[in-house]
């Protein structure tokens, strides 16, 4: 793993957005895998910046988001589909058509799994993948646990994680849906290359042990250290327990 630290979220943002920049000028049909939550707000934003200004065209872009909850429907706006469209996708005027998520609607989920999986591999699979990570080590909704499911799954959430989604549904813990739809961890190690963005001292121990723990299904993000091309951006609030094992 590649681990760069910034001093400012926005410093991280930048660089992310001039890779993302330049992987566009050499692929513009360029295959996307995105998350949500806070951490990659300030990235859409400078994405959005870089449109408006006019040095960034997603025309042809198609990308695929890590997960969605279940029995939410799009419009929802606590939904990561609203998420997207509001932070990223109607700023950056990247079309409906272009982008894939899990339908948290679906009446079969099992059966919506397996159809995004195989839309992912029609598309070629993913290029570059954008990841948080949450405090307990989770990846997209690949929670800790005894084992990870290889491909896109049901998941039931923690409540760890339903508290962190809380801002999305009026600060109410017991609003955010209990279950959700997942990329796998083996989909996500299926991309090329996968930039991970971590920031804040909330993050630090999960940070510590992707990078220096063994590798577990007890901390998914750790599975990325059998990646061979991560790159980790941290700002110093995130890194300092890396810095303090180091040195
Ligand atoms: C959420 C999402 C993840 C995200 C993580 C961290 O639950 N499912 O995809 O990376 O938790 O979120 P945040 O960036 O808000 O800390």
């Known amino acids: 793993m590649n681990v760069t630290v910034f001093r400012h ?61 279940l029995g939410l429907p799009a419009d929802h706006p606590g939904s990561y589909r609203a998420y997207m469209t509001r932070h990223l996708f109607a700023p950056a005027g990247i079309a409906p058509a272009q982008v894939h998520f899990l339908d948290g609607m679906a009446s079969d989920p099992e059966a919506e799994c397996a159809r995004f999986e195989a839309t992912i591999a029609a598309a070629g699979g993913i290029d570059l993948m954008v990841l948080g990570i949450g405090a307990n080590g989770h990846i997209g909704f690949n929670e800790p646990g005894a084992g990870l499911s290889a491909r896109s799954h049901r998941v039931v959430l923690k409540a760890q994680t339903r508290r962190a989604n809380a801002a999305f549904f009026g600060n109410d813990p017991a609003r955010v849906p209990g279950e959700a739809l997942s990329m796998g961890m083996a989909t996500i190690l299926q991309a090329r290359r996968l930039v991970l963005l971590a920031m804040g001292r909330g993050k630090g121990r999960a940070v510590e042990r992707m990078v220096n723990g063994p590798v577990t299904p007890r901390l998914p993000a750790s599975f990325l250290q059998l990646h061979e091309d991560v790159e980790v951006m941290l700002d110093e609030a995130a890194a300092e327990r890396l810095t303090r094992a180091q040195s």
């Open 9 to 69: 979220e926005r410093d991280a943002a930048v660089a992310l957005a001039d890779e993302l920049l330049a992987a566009l000028a050499r692929r513009p049909a360029l295959v996307l895998g995105l998350p949500t939550g806070r951490t990659p707000v300030t990235l859409y934003r400078r994405l959005v910046e870089l449109h408006a200004q006019g040095r960034a065209d997603f025309s042809q872009v198609t990308t695929f988001n890590l997960d969605e909850f």
